[in-house]
């Protein structure tokens, strides 16, 4: 192909501006649609396994829950509930201290923590007649180390027992006004009298985590968990949380709890799952969501090259005279059929390229009228918007694509071209 | 040195119903190098058959071709082509301008398919030649009847080919006109160039020094 060629073939197309503009439409929709929607869906994924790697791929869940249910039936569960983006609430709590004092000391556990957790009446004088139901959360004093939890008055819980509570900061403020004021003071959980140990920070709603949607904490109360037990006279907690001392050291604490469970529990009443579970189900998700994706686009690239194919013959035939005479001057086949392929190329690289455009500000567009159903919604206003990532990767395939289907297209075309009899050709009217 | 030879050339066309329809009939023709010949005939003579066996356009013909001393049965299609390119310029009664391309354009189209030379300067050469040095950059659907034969003759021209195949060059134009691109042809063969002009004006035809009269698909007359 030379220069000359090229330059003929763009001038051909930009001759019959709207008519190249029409026949295109179908490559340019159909690369617009796959860009906009990989971006969005890219950009979603992102944002999920962003949200959850803030916390720790170390992070392995022991919940009360026996893991051959179906989802749908988890009580209240899926992304955006609590823990580890799950909630297990309405499952009957099977996980006791006896397991919880075994699991924390398997090797390579660094740190754990059980949790329950209730609704319960919280007063500031005993035998109050007005109480307000808070949720109340029976954990370790290593839980706030491993979700991230500061204390912006009074300190975290120091022992496991004893009748001390923290105060997430929106409770500190319904209860006492402010976090200082509340630290010290007494309130009544179930008529049962808890010193204020401290409040924590605030936690915004984009903090999400395997540990209690941040914008939940704030208005939790957190009590030592044997506290919790004598408090909500059970014996068993809803999970148990436990952080591996490296990532690689979390499928032998899974293999080790699930040996260790397995020995005390008489039916499987528990479920084991990892963040790297919870991630490797999004990927599955999404990458089944991009497979649908590209059956969506073969189709309207089919049909757009299939419009390529129809216009280029339609260029042939019009172009019948021009063939005649380029053979007469000495043009070969091959000429011909390169002539006709770049001419191809060309249109359906424009779409492509157009398209790339199109989708890129489709995705933007549409990411930002699509709030976020991320894990850590806090509550209205807290929706974030979907950031459209477009990776270079997917430029160039939908780039690498539009030429393939200039080629494939445009190659009938051009062959038909260059077998046109000069002599004929020359004579067409 | 003969330029074109042909031998017992037939060319019999067949329907699609089988019917045979002889075109020509056992041409013999021979034109030299220099020479300006002109062949004539009535419609449906044969003229633009033989024209396009002597244009490599139609290779099915019986008989024997030789172009410069090629014997043009023995080639494959990519071989017709460059020789097309390098022996022939041909002139036609539609011009075949391409309309969107400017006439500097047009006369290097040949230069799409072999690199020449100074290609540009002697297009640039040629087009002053022609008259048309100011109309150079112009699209060539801008331009009269007149102008757009002188262009295509400048495109024939450039590549230096060993003959010029003029196929009615003056069927599309008034009688000046005629007479100035008959003119241009006569300057080229003044210069040295073979031209075969294909006609069925006798007016036209006797500007060449030989004319060989087509009837019925053969040979009638050789002047």
Do not use: C
């Amino acid at each position: 192909m030379n220069f000359t060629i090229l330059k003929q073939s763009i001038r051909s197309i930009f001759h019959n501006p709207v008519r190249s503009a029409l026949t295109i439409l179908g490559i340019v929709i159909g690369i617009a649609a796959v860009i906009s929607l990989m971006g969005l869906s890219n950009g979603l994924k992102s944002q999920v396994t962003s949200g959850l790697s803030n916390l720790d791929a170390k992070r392995i869940t022991v919940s009360s829950q026996d893991p051959n249910r179906p989802t749908a039936e988890r009580g209240g569960g899926g992304p955006g509930g609590g823990m580890g983006g799950f909630s297990f609430g309405g499952q009957d709590p099977t996980l006791t201290v006896d397991n919880y004092n075994s699991l924390k000391t398997l090797s390579g556990v660094a740190a754990s923590s059980p949790r329950g957790q209730e609704q319960l009446d919280v007063t500031k004088t005993k035998g109050a007649d007005k109480a307000t139901g808070y949720q109340v959360m029976g954990v370790s004093t290593e839980y706030a180390g491993m979700s991230d939890l500061t204390a912006q008055a009074g300190t975290w819980l120091t022992s496991n027992s004893g009748n001390k509570v923290v105060l997430g900061s929106d409770a500190a403020k319904d209860l006492f006004g402010s976090a200082k004021a509340a630290v010290g003071k007494t309130i009544y959980i179930k008529d049962t009298a808890f010193t204020v140990e401290g409040v924590l920070a605030e936690q915004d709603s984009g903090n999400s985590g395997a540990i209690g949607p941040g914008g939940q904490t704030n208005t939790q109360m957190f009590i030592g968990y044997e506290s919790f037990l004598d408090l909500t006279d059970t014996t068993a907690f809803s999970t148990i949380l436990l952080d591996a001392s490296s990532e690689g050291g979390v499928d032998t604490v899974v293999t080790d709890a699930q040996a260790t469970l397995d020995a005390s529990h008489s039916k499987k009443d528990f479920s084991i799952t990892t963040n790297a579970q919870v991630l490797s189900t999004i990927s599955n998700v999404t990458g089944g969501f991009t497979t649908a994706l590209i059956g969506i686009a073969a189709i309207s690239l089919l049909v757009g090259g299939i419009g390529i194919m129809n216009v280029m013959l339609m260029s042939v035939t019009e172009r019948t005279r021009e063939i005649g005479l380029r053979r007469a001057v000495g043009a070969k086949r091959r000429n011909i059929v390169s002539q006709f392929v770049t001419e191809s190329v060309f249109l359906t690289l424009l779409g492509g390229v157009i398209g790339v455009v199109l989708g890129f500000l489709m995705a933007d567009s549409i990411g930002k009228l699509v709030p976020s159903s991320g894990p850590g919604r806090g509550g209205p206003g807290s929706a974030t918007q979907v950031a459209a990532v477009i990776d270079p990767q997917t430029v160039l395939i939908a780039v690498a694509v539009s030429v393939a289907l200039g080629l494939i297209f445009g190659i009938v075309p051009a062959i038909r071209a260059s077998r046109l009899d000069p002599a004929t050709a020359l004579r067409y009217e | 040195m003969s330029v074109i030879q042909l031998q017992g050339v037939s060319r019999t066309y067949k329907s699609s119903g089988g019917v045979k329809t002889p075109a020509l009939t056992d041409v013999d023709l021979e034109i030299n190098a220099g020479e300006f010949v002109s062949i004539i005939g009535s419609s449906g003579s044969g003229k633009s058959t033989l024209m396009n066996v002597i244009g490599l356009l139609d290779r099915g013909f019986e008989g024997s071709y030789q172009l410069s001393g090629v014997d043009v049965k023995k080639l494959n299609d990519n071989q017709v082509s460059d020789l097309r390119n390098q022996t022939i310029g041909f002139v036609f009664q539609q011009f075949h301008l391409m309309r969107r391309a400017s006439v500097l354009e047009n006369v290097l189209l040949p230069t799409a398919y072999r690199k020449i030379p100074d290609a540009r300067s002697r297009a640039l050469d040629l087009i002053d030649r022609i008259g048309l040095a100011e109309h150079v950059d112009h699209r060539s659907n801008q331009l009269s009847g007149g102008q757009m034969q002188r262009v295509a003759i400048a495109r024939a021209i450039l590549t230096q080919p060993d003959f010029i195949l003029a196929d009615e060059p003056t069927g599309n134009l008034d009688e000046s006109t005629a007479t100035e691109i008959m003119a241009i042809l006569n300057e080229l063969h003044s210069a040295g160039s073979t031209i075969l002009l294909i006609t069925h004006e006798a007016d036209i035809a006797k500007h060449a020094e030989r004319t060989i009269r087509l009837r019925d698909g053969k040979v009638e007359a050789a002047a």
